[in-house]
């Protein structure tokens, strides 16, 4: 069975969107694949693992690695995109039975008031595990999730343990440490944009600094990557959600997600997502696209329209990370439609987690210049977070 469950399994992420000729860093051993470290401590418990198509191990899944062991797994639990990772995002993910091995799945993501597992959920578990590859950035809504299990698996007494995974943005520390104001659902905690830290370090820095509900703490455990560091540079064997297709959307994802708060498309519906924008009033463009319904994206901004914009595909990788968050892009687009005040949504606040950064812009202060106004926040978090790190600095 297991055999069948695991090709099964393979046949539908051949059907997701997967980095074509791209293979994971071979000197990278992902901490699921440790299981030397971690099944002796999940023998005997009913286990929930919060995971979705990124779980994999080599050609298995988290899944099928436990339940090959003889971990007994209960429950399911799925993040944004679903527990296969074909929703779009923010789209209601509703709760199901996985087709493959049968475990139901409780979904956690745009239920109204269930953010928390019911009691009969918790209630039938011992401990969470979590294993799910995220991007590094604080509106990456996996880590989010993360933190709501977190809290569940404290409130109700029970384990959590973290699979760790490397961050491919995680080479650096950029952005302003988000104003509390403006905490939302793609922004949890009081973290940079670009907070550098794998999914491990993260849980170790809540559970350590009291950002989970009521300063309390859960008992965790964290399995770490082997041959990682903070100056790997990782390359996603899986795309980790249906608009991040390649490493250059990756690595473009901290600089032009702030388009998601304006009227300006990022690709979404072409089969170049997140690394070109453009809008139909731009002017003096060159490259074109139009989006479309698309399966992950089936009602993208300024669907059918013809766009005008920028191509930055052809931008070097090293040279992208190089330089950070770059919103010089969004300043292009800005002054480009002279639409003003109406060029943003009150989402803006909420990704880029301060409140005068959008009036910056409008004075027509420079990217640099308005990058400058974090710098002292990038110092204090790094400093901040030196306890929790499990991995060398660059």
């Known amino acids: 069975m297991t055999s069948i469950r695991t090709g099964i399994i393979l046949a539908i992420l051949l059907s997701l969107t997967t980095f074509a000729g791209l293979a994971h ?21 009913r286990v929930a693992l919060f995971s979705n198509h990124t779980g994999m191990v080599g050609d298995s899944h988290t899944l099928d690695v436990l339940l090959g062991e003889g971990v007994e797994v209960v429950t399911l639990f799925s993040p944004e995109h679903g527990f296969r990772g074909t929703a779009d995002a923010g789209e209601h993910v509703a709760s199901s039975v996985d087709p493959v ?152 994802y901290p600089s032009v997600c702030f388009f998601e708060a304006t009227p300006v498309s990022l690709g979404r519906g072409t089969d170049f997502p997140f690394t070109v924008y453009g809008h139909p009033d731009m002017k003096g463009r060159t490259f074109e696209f139009t989006p479309r319904s698309v399966s992950g994206a089936k009602n993208p901004p300024q669907l059918d329209r013809l766009c005008h914009g920028v191509d930055l595909r052809g931008l070097d990788d090293e040279a992208i990370i190089t330089k950070g968050i770059n919103l010089e892009y969004i300043i292009d687009a800005y002054h480009d439609l002279g639409m003003g005040d109406k060029f943003f949504r009150s989402f803006f606040e909420l990704l880029i987690g301060r409140g005068d950064i959008r009036t910056m812009i409008e004075e027509g202060r420079s990217a640099d210049e308005i990058k400058a106004t974090w710098q002292d926040d990038v110092t204090r978090f790094k400093e901040q977070r030196k306890k929790y790190l499990l991995y060398e600095e660059n």
Request: hydrophobic letters at 35%; proline letters at 6%; a positive charge.
């Open 101 to 252: 091995t049968g475990i139901p799945i409780a979904s956690l993501y745009g239920a109204k008031n269930k953010r928390m597992p019911s009691k009969d959920i918790m209630d039938g578990l011992d401990m969470i595990v979590c294993d799910i590859q995220d991007v590094g950035l604080r509106y990456y809504t996996y880590y989010c999730t993360m933190v709501d299990l977190m809290n569940a698996a404290k409130a109700y007494g029970k384990e959590f343990m973290v699979l760790d995974r490397p961050n491919p943005n995680g080479m650096y520390v950029d952005g302003p440490i988000l104003d509390m104001k403006y905490k939302s659902g793609v922004g949890r905690l009081p973290i940079p944009v670009v907070h550098g830290l794998t999914l491990g370090e993260l849980a170790r820095m809540a559970n350590g600094e009291g950002w989970l509900t009521d300063g309390g703490k859960v008992k965790l455990t964290v399995v770490p990557c082997e041959g990682y560091t903070h100056a790997t540079r990782y390359r996603l064997p899986i795309a980790p959600s249906p608009n991040l297709r390649d490493m250059k959307a990756i690595y473009l």
């Open 25 to 45: 860093d071979s000197g990278v051993t992902v901490g699921a694949a440790r299981t030397t470290q971690y099944i002796s401590q999940l023998k005997g418990k």
